[in-house]
C-alpha cells in the first residue's frame, strides 16, 4: 500500500499529461521521499488518479520561485503566487516535491 497524497482536482488533466511536474507544499504535507511512489488523490471527492514517482524534495522560499518553476506547475509565475497565496495565505516557505507520472491503471 502507498501512502496518498492529494491535488485539487482541476490539476488532474495536467498532472495526467505531464505538463504539472512539480507541487508546492507547507511543511505538513513535506513528508514524500526520494524514490517513493505515491497514490494520487483528487482533494475534493478522494477519488484516485494516478501513482507519481518523487524524485525530488526540497525547501524552497516563494521569492526563490521563477518561471521556468512556474511552467513546471503548468502556470505562470504570477498564476503561481496567486494559487499559493490562496492556498497558504501568508506562508513564504515551501518544499518543492518534483515527481513524475508511473501509473495510470488503478490495481
Known sequence: MYRKLTFFSRFVPDILAGRKTITLRDEAESWPRVGETL???TFEDDRWFCR?????????????????LAGQENMTLAEL???????YPGRDKFWLIRF????????
Open 39 to 41: 497514490d494520487v488523490h
Open 52 to 68: 507519481i514517482c518523487v524524485e525530488g524534495v526540497h525547501p524552497i522560499a516563494l521569492d526563490a520561485l521563477d518561471d521556468t
Open 81 to 87: 503566487k496567486d494559487v499559493l497565496a490562496g492556498i
Open 100 to 107: 513524475k507520472v508511473c501509473d495510470t491503471a488503478h490495481s
